[in-house]
C-alpha cells in the first residue's frame, strides 16, 4: 500500500475542532502522543507500533514505525510483558502464581 493513496484522513479544520473539544489533560496525552511519533522518523531513531481498535470487538489496525515486522513483534511482546506486570501489580498474591 502507498502511504499517498490513503485518503482516509482529516481536514485540517476537523483536526483543530477535534483537539480544541479535548480536556486539557487529553491535550497533553495527545501533544505526548505526537512528540512519540514524531520521533520515529526524520532524524529520530525511535521505533513504535500504534495499535487502534476497541478490546471488545477484538480488532485492531497495526501501523509500524521505524520497524520492520520482527522488531515490531519484539516491541509488543515487551508491551505485553509491562501490562503484565502491571496488572498484577495490586494483585492478591495467589494471582502471582497463576
Known sequence: MKY????????????????????DDEQAHFKLLIHKLVMCYGEGKAQGVVIVGRAEDQIAGVVTLNCNEMEASQLMLAANDFFGFLNLLDAPPKEHFN
Open 4 to 23: 499517498k493513496d490513503f485518503d482516509g484522513s482529516m481536514s485540517e479544520a476537523e483536526l483543530h475542532r477535534r483537539v480544541q473539544a479535548m480536556s
